[in-house]
């Protein structure tokens, strides 16, 4: 939050990254998929995917000044209105109480049909867009 007070956007959106690889990584760690199997996990997999759809929502919140499209659309796949207090709300106690993160997305939210965000790029569009935006530099 200070990095985007103090303009400093490039600073602001690598953050935003290192705590979407984060997310990622907490994901990929815990396997909702796997826990949903056994009977005896199947609470652990609720709390696990729960946790991961409040980072999700707190990712979308930090993202949207750079990719407003990203977060619109996963708003929409969660089933969530975008709603101006919830981003009040986490960016003034996110530094005092980093538990509001865990409150953004209530347990029995319905979600949609998620749906891939990005397309692929293909590799001789990478090199098109590589040429094109280049500005001259070296590659």
């Known amino acids: 939050m200070e990095q985007m ?6 600073d602001g959106l690598k953050t935003a990254m290192e705590y979407s690889s984060d997310c990622n990584g ?11 199997k056994k009977d005896d996990t199947k609470d652990r997999c ?3 995917v729960n946790t991961a759809l409040n980072a999700l929502f707190g990712l979308c919140i ?3 000044p750079f990719m407003p499209s990203f ?6 796949q969660l089933g969530i209105t975008e709603r101006t207090e919830a981003h009040a709300v986490m960016l003034q106690t996110l530094s005092r109480d980093p538990t509001v993160l865990r409150k953004l997305v209530t347990a029995g939210q319905p979600i949609g049909n998620p749906e ?6 293909k590799p001789e ?6 040429e094109k935006f280049s500005g001259g530099r070296s590659k």
């Open 71 to 76: 977060s619109a659309k996963v708003y929409e």
């Open 116 to 121: 891939p965000i990005f397309r692929e790029i």
């Open 46 to 48: 609720k709390q696990v």
């Open 5 to 10: 007070e103090a303009v400093k956007l490039k």
């Open 62 to 64: 930090l993202l949207e």
């Open 125 to 130: 569009e990478a090199v098109q867009w590589k």
């Open 26 to 36: 907490y994901f990929q760690q815990f396997k909702p998929w796997d826990l949903n």
